[in-house]
């Protein structure tokens, strides 16, 4: 993944001369001054913010269309730039699926050791940190497309690279509640049944049903997101006056 990243951050600085800026550049495409450290550092920066734009709108892509489904022209489109922009800083759309990939388990086990950490501080017990877990997790849906990508990579599971990263991925965070959280492997196993029902009502669009006359489903969603309902449903159905009984299980 390094030697993409490097590729990547160089084709954004080589595009961003072309497309951002009508300054000269030299041969090896640099701008005059690298050796200064000036222009070429604020390109790199560019080129990061433009990378994070594009994995951000790819994780939306994926997340509602799968792998299989979306397209990096989609991709393009999505983050309003164009398709072969894309294709130049990650070469093809089973590596632009990785860095999806990659980005949400980084912000998902980055979310997991905060929870840690401030579990840790306030001296909370097992039960308290896995509750707290849970809401971290659930706090994620406020960037939809981390939590809908993962599941669509556990999916294309049969997919060769694809696969051997999420199997990775998801041994990560097994090993991360077993060995930092202290979990016993039969509430590890509960405390990520939950979360897959989690993606898997946010995927179906169930959590678009909240106000039904039918009882059992804002009762299946009461219970499930607890007291993140609101943010669940707010996010997903982009009603901010929403008000909605919330449950503890």
Do not use: W
Not at 219 to 232: G, P
């Amino acid at each position: 993944m390094s030697n993409e990243s490097g590729r990547a951050d160089r084709d954004a600085s080589a595009t961003t001369s072309t497309e951002g800026s009508s300054a000269p550049t030299d041969a090896s495409g640099d701008r005059p001054g690298a050796a200064t450290g000036g222009p070429v550092k604020q390109e790199r920066v560019a080129g990061a913010v433009r990378r994070e734009q594009i994995l951000a709108a790819a994780s939306r892509v994926f997340g509602e269309r799968g792998y299989v489904g979306a397209t990096t022209d989609q991709v393009a489109r999505e983050a309003g730039i164009s398709q072969p922009y894309v294709v130049r800083m990650f070469g093809g759309k089973e590596n632009l699926f990785v860095a999806v990939l990659d980005r949400a388990l980084g912000k998902l086990m980055d979310a997991f050791n905060g929870a840690l950490s401030d579990a840790k501080a306030r001296g909370e017990n097992r039960d308290e940190t896995m509750a707290r877990m849970g809401s971290a997790y659930a706090d994620l849906i406020r960037d939809r497309g981390i939590l809908l990508s993962l599941m669509q990579a556990f999916i294309a599971g049969h997919e060769p690279v694809i696969g051997a990263r999420a199997r990775d991925g998801f041994m990560q965070i097994y090993t991360l509640l077993r060995n930092e959280a202290g979990m016993e492997p039969d509430q590890i196993v509960d405390f990520l049944a939950h979360g897959m029902l989690f993606n898997v009502l946010i995927a179906m669009r169930m959590v678009d049903q909240h106000d039904s006359a039918d009882p059992c489903i804002p009762e299946l969603l009461a219970h499930t997101f607890r007291t993140k309902l609101d943010i669940v449903v707010n996010t997903v159905t982009g009603s901010a006056d929403a008000s909605h009984s919330r449950a503890t299980a």
